[in-house]
């Protein structure tokens, strides 16, 4: 009779593509007339943001702009600002089609140099990277179960996450921010920030419900005052996307960052200069996936003939954990004397250096870098750049291989002077993340008996003895012996898989 093979399909999600360009900035401007002169630039600031993103065929389009904000000091000592909007496009060739794909795209500025040529022109000279990756879903076939009496089945289960889909949505926002009574009009914005997080993220009706918000940040120069004003703003969000073929046992990963981010102030037919105009783009990805126990073949031999046994590598991922968490980080930091009368401004940016698993935990290592406009004895405007280190440490059952790639954002920072020199910094960093565990099997893809080759025993009686010891798995004693591992276990009355003691064995070799 011809053997068959039942076969399954298993799914798992491969890098099919993985790269990096480096986009280089170069400016140079004139102030406008209503600017006041450079006395002294304190910090050129440059935020990378991916606009748009798509796929045609085999090639990537990427666009975005880096916006590149030069802080500087008048001649009347005051702080004053000038942005500039650089976009940019570039383009991959993968070399495969691309359809079904998952596109990722980040992008950061890798280093930023400003030069005043004169009081009113600057020379800007930097980089931007763009990471590029794309991802599939893979099916592979392999052996479920095979109508041979003769071979033998060593049957298990891989706790696997299998991924349904993928989808991105834009929101758009347009808001109007107003200013706090008490706060005096704006004369010009300095600087403003934003950082947006997931809060929930949940699948309902076959949907992916995802709510977050968005924090922001401005100082601005007010009218007839020297000293910066600062305006704080929480904007909520919240958003359905459509993902085909989820359903409400599914889970779902989503993450949102900022593709545009533009405040203007808004003067007011009276004159008065009290709003502001929010403009905002965000990009929210959720990807889903089932948790399910995939019920493979592990190995499989032939008691009487020899068998060619195909075998392939299947990488599967299962989340066994989302984190969503704040954490703090604090540090006294030292300033040369008598530089630090008073702060202006201060703001955060986090960088994660190193993920790792271990002694029953995961550590996240990384860095804040907390950016700081001050005011010196004189009264005149400095700055000032310091690194704090932070460690995250999550208790968890390290058994097997994990992999985790963490989003830090700051959700506050806060200061208290403690003398000319010295400040007291006090970090809030939240971590969302998912962390999976890995499995990469090599599952059965075919199996092949010739049954015009009997294999070789070694022993022609009916019975071989062994002698066997603790930890060995009954699996392996009878395929190498070509033994049916069922009735080597009836015969020597055990019921484990691995032996827990040392055991002389019966084996049946007819």
Same mark, same amino acid.
């Given at each position: ?80 600002? /000038?942005? /500039? ?48 990756? @794309? ?18 089945? @060593?049957? &298990? ?7 349904? &889909? ?13 200013? &706090? ?10 600087? /403003? ?26 100082? /601005? ?18 958003? @359905? ?48 996936? +089932? ?56 703001? +955060? ?15 996240? +290592? &990384? ?73 990469? @099997? ?69």
């Amino acid at each position: 009779m011809e053997q068959k093979n039942l076969k399954t399909s298993v799914f798992s999600l491969d890098t099919v593509f993985n790269e990096s360009a480096e986009q280089p900035i170069d400016i140079d401007f004139t102030l406008p007339d209503y600017y006041a002169d450079i006395s002294k630039i304190l910090k050129c600031r440059a935020v990378s943001r991916i606009s748009s993103k798509g796929t045609n065929g085999s090639n990537i389009s990427v666009e975005g702009c880096v916006t590149v904000t030069v802080i500087y000091c008048g001649s009347d000592n005051c702080i004053s600002s /000038y942005e /500039y909007q650089y976009p940019f496009s570039k383009s991959f060739d993968t070399g495969i089609n691309t359809d079904g794909c998952m596109l990722s795209v980040k992008t950061k500025c890798e280093y930023i140099n400003c030069r005043a040529v004169t009081g009113r022109k600057i020379d800007i000279h930097g980089a931007a990277g763009i990471y590029v990756t @794309l991802k599939k879903r893979k099916l592979t076939d392999v052996i479920s179960d095979c109508d041979d009496c003769n071979v033998e089945l @060593l049957r &298990g289960s891989v706790p696997a996450t299998v991924p349904m &889909g993928c989808a991105d949505k834009y929101l758009l926002i347009e808001e109007e921010i107003e200013l &706090g009574s008490g706060q005096p009009d704006i004369r010009c914005v300095i600087r /403003y920030d934003a950082e947006a997080t997931i809060t929930d993220s949940k699948i309902l009706a076959g949907k992916s419900v995802v709510k977050g918000e968005m924090t922001i940040k401005l100082l /601005y120069a007010p009218e007839g005052s020297a000293s910066p004003q600062t305006v704080r703003y929480l904007l909520p969000f919240s958003q @359905l996307i459509e993902i085909d073929g989820i359903s409400d046992g599914c889970d779902c990963e989503s993450k949102v960052s900022i593709a545009h981010l533009e405040i203007k102030p808004r003067v007011s037919a009276s004159g008065e200069c009290r709003q502001l105009m929010l403009t905002a783009k965000l990009l929210i990805t959720s990807e889903c996936c +089932c948790n399910n126990d995939v019920a493979v073949i592990l190995d499989a031999y032939s008691r009487k003939y020899e068998a060619d046994i195909c075998k392939n590598e299947v990488c599967f991922n299962k989340i066994i954990e989302n984190i969503n968490q704040n954490f703090n980080c604090k540090k006294n930091l030292e300033f040369p004397d008598n530089t630090l009368s008073a702060v202006s401004d201060m703001w +955060c940016e986090t960088r994660v250096d190193s993920v790792k698993f271990g002694d029953d935990a995961m550590r996240v +290592c &990384g860095t804040v870098t907390a950016f700081i406009i001050a005011m010196d004895s004189d009264q005149i405007p400095t700055f000032y750049e310091k690194a704090i280190d932070f460690e995250y440490t999550h208790p968890m059952n390290i058994n097997g291989e994990f992999k985790c790639s963490p989003e830090i954002t700051v959700t506050s920072a806060n200061y208290t002077l403690t003398g000319e020199c010295n400040m007291e910094l006090r970090i809030e960093l939240n971590i969302c993340a998912s962390i999976y565990k890995c499995s990469n @099997l090599p599952l059965i893809t075919d199996i092949k008996v010739n049954d015009s080759k009997p294999v070789q025993k070694t022993n022609s009686g009916a019975m071989t003895v062994y002698f066997a010891s603790q930890g060995e798995k009954i699996w392996d004693i009878a395929r190498h012996y070509f033994a049916d591992v069922d009735e080597l276990k009836q015969i020597n009355e055990i019921d484990e898989d691995t032996l827990i003691r040392d055991k002389m064995i019966l084996i049946p070799t007819n």
